[in-house]
Structures are given as structure tokens and as C-alpha cells.
């Protein structure tokens, strides 16, 4: 009998902006990650006149995409798939026609605003959304006191008594690492 292993199947979405180079970077980098890939790059246009045009422009890009794993080891095969309608329509539908291990998305684009949130609910498998490297999260700064009780009960308690209040956490358990919680049991 002979066995055929199945390979790792990935979806990739890219659209015109300039942020589909850190996607496929991404991808990419997935990909290298397994010894037989299919890489499925999927670009969505709205009129079937613009079919050719994107496809030349996902071809242009990929190629020098590859160019920075060509010496990476590994059976990788490329598709390009262009389509015509909705772009969360038409890369879940590919996901789901595929039987994808892995979509990777863009969470910013040319598409409608919120297209990766809709695409990672209706997505029938993993997803993985890249976002903007030099994206700058503005935290607010930690209360010191709360940092020092946290300190000082080892994680058992998070917040000073003024930050403390009925809608806060009070306690958090420590769950011992033993491999008799890959058997059921906690202790």
C-alpha cells in the first residue's frame, strides 16, 4: 500500500497595498516552517477587468517574495487565484475549497475596513492575522503599587487596595506543570 503524506495546504490573501509585502513576509516565513507546502496567494478584485492586471501585480510580487527563500530547504508549490466579488466571500471560499492548515490575512488593506474580523469568524481553519510592525500600542503606565502587591504575593494578588474593587481580579491560582495534566488530572 502505498502512503501518500498530505501536504501543508496555506492561503495567502495580498491585495495592491503597501501592506501586502509584510503579509507575504509572514507567509513566507510559515511556509519555511514545513517540508512540503502548497502556498495558495489569492487576490480579490471587484470588476473581471481588472483579473489580468492583479494577476501580473500578484505574479511581480511574489516572485521577489520567493527570492528571500530560495535557499530555505523544503517542496514548496505556488497557485495564484484571482476572483471576482467579495474579497471575505471569496478567501474564505478558497480556505474552505482548499482544506487549509493556515490562512494569513492582512489586518490592514485595500478592502473594507473591518474584512479581517469577518474573515477570521467565518474562516474554516487557523488564522493568522498580520498587523503593522511599527504599530505603537499606547499603553497606560502600571500603578506602581500594584506592581509591588503582584511582586509580593508571587501573582496571587494583581491590584493595590486602591485599584481593588468587586469587579477585580482577586486571586489568581498557579497551576503546577506536571504531566499529569496531559492525563486528566490536575494534581
Do not use: N
Amino acid at each position: 500500500m502505498i502512503t501518500v503524506s498530505r501536504r501543508y495546504r496555506m492561503v495567502v490573501a495580498l491585495d495592491a497595498s503597501e501592506y501586502s509585502e509584510i503579509v507575504l513576509e509572514h507567509a513566507l516565513d510559515q511556509a519555511v516552517r514545513h517540508d512540503a507546502t502548497d502556498l495558495h496567494f489569492i487576490a480579490v478584485v471587484a470588476h473581471e477587468r481588472e483579473v489580468d492586471g492583479a494577476g501580473r501585480h500578484l505574479a511581480r510580487q511574489l516572485v521577489e517574495g520567493f527570492e528571500t527563500i530560495r535557499d530555505a530547504s523544503g517542496d514548496r508549490r505556488a497557485r495564484l487565484h484571482v476572483r471576482v466579488g467579495d474579497p471575505v466571500e471569496e478567501v474564505v471560499r478558497l480556505a474552505g475549497e482548499l482544506d487549509a492548515d493556515l490562512l494569513v490575512i492582512g489586518r490592514f488593506g485595500t478592502h473594507r475596513r473591518h474584512s479581517s474580523t469577518a474573515i477570521v469568524d467565518a474562516a474554516p481553519c487557523p488564522t493568522l492575522v498580520v498587523g503593522l510592525t511599527e504599530h505603537v500600542v499606547e499603553a497606560t503606565p502600571q500603578c506602581e503599587a500594584c506592581v509591588a502587591v503582584r511582586a509580593a504575593t508571587d501573582g496571587e494578588r494583581w491590584f493595590c487596595d486602591a485599584h481593588t474593587g468587586d469587579a477585580r481580579l482577586h486571586s489568581v491560582a498557579l497551576l503546577p506543570w506536571t504531566s499529569g495534566l496531559s492525563h486528566g488530572r490536575m494534581w
